[in-house]
């Protein structure tokens, strides 16, 4: 806002009374949205560079909005967070990509995105049990994926949390792994099985050398600690080829596959095998 030495923030009312309404609209059409069944999941495949081998795909939702039409998760996630309703459209994103994933050839796994307002609810843990249970997917075949957002203030309850699911066989990411803060220091905290190296680490590695070096250094955390390491976000054969000599050992991006209908998933999965 532009300050004149007045009070000036009558003049900005209008504008931030029209933001709020778009909000609110945006937030009742959303509560909305889980019984219209507007929402579906895509599906984008990671491949593990050894072999050019499939291992699963990770499920991003999608919100086809009768007058909007499609609203990408960056518009609508964040509010979802804001206002709680991640955790009913959370629970739907993880039963449908657990049943999506069953009928998929093992050892496919497939990854679901958990926010931090998911690992607040009392009963997370039990609503994955629920929807393996339900889907019939054995626990070793489901991935999260979690964010900075959720260590942030790291509890004891998180952890723990994060150790339950770990018993059940269910596998830990780290998500855009190098945005944070405190990348590094959460990875002592806990043993992740994945990292994720944020798209924005792969976009530079167009001719700069500071690109490659930031990726070998990741990939050989992930080697020494043991942990699978993703580039996200691959989109030239080049960065690709890169990222193999660095050390990665799995890739994820449009030069695979953008992110398809779950419909077309079994049709990919045996394009590819
Ligand atoms: P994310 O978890 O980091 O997911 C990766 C995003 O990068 C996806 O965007 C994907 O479509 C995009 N992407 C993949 N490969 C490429 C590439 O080669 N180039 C480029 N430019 N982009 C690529 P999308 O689907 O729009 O999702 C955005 C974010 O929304 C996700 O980021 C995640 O944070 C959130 N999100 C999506 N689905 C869910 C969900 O079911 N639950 C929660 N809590 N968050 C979700
Ligand atoms: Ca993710
Ligand atoms: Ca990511
Ligand atoms: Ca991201």
Redesign the pocket.
């Known amino acids: 806002a532009k300050l004149d030495g007045r009070a000036t923030y009558r003049f900005f009312e209008p504008e931030m009374d029209a933001r709020m309404q778009a909000r609110r609209r945006l937030e009742l059409d959303m509560r909305q949205a889980l019984a219209r069944r507007e929402f579906h999941l895509?599906y984008?495949p990671q491949l593990q560079l050894e072999g050019n081998r499939l291992v699963g795909c990770?499920?991003?939702?999608r919100w086809q909005h009768p007058v909007r039409g499609t609203v990408?998760?960056?518009d609508f996630?964040p509010l979802a967070e804001e206002i709680g309703l991640?955790v009913p459209i959370?629970e739907w994103?993880m039963r449908q990509a657990c049943r999506d994933a069953a009928t998929w050839p093992a050892p496919l796994s497939v990854a679901?995105?958990?926010?931090p307002a998911q690992f607040k609810s009392e009963r997370l843990v039990e609503m994955v049990m629920s929807a393996l249970a339900a889907s019939g997917l054995p626990a070793t075949r489901l991935e999260v994926?979690i964010?900075e957002g959720v260590l942030l203030h790291e509890s004891e309850k998180t952890l723990q949390t994060l150790h339950r699911l770990r018993e059940l066989g269910v596998r830990v990411s780290m998500?855009?792994f190098g945005t944070g803060y405190s990348s590094l220091s959460y990875l002592r905290s806990f043993p992740f099985d994945k990292i994720k190296i944020d798209?924005s680490f792969v976009s530079d590695l167009s001719g700069k050398r500071d690109g490659e070096a930031i990726i070998r250094a990741i990939a050989g955390l992930g080697k020494s600690l043991g942990m699978t390491t993703v580039a996200?976000?691959?989109?030239t054969i080049d960065q690709m080829e890169r990222i193999r000599a660095e050390g990665c050992t799995d890739v994820?991006?449009?030069?695979i596959s953008r992110?398809i209908p779950a419909a077309e998933v079994l049709d990919f999965i045996t394009a590819v095998r």
């Open positions: 895509h984008q990770e499920a991003l939702i990408s998760p960056l996630i991640i959370g994103v679901v995105n958990v926010s994926e964010t998500d855009d798209r996200e976000g691959v989109e994820q991006g449009y030069l992110p």
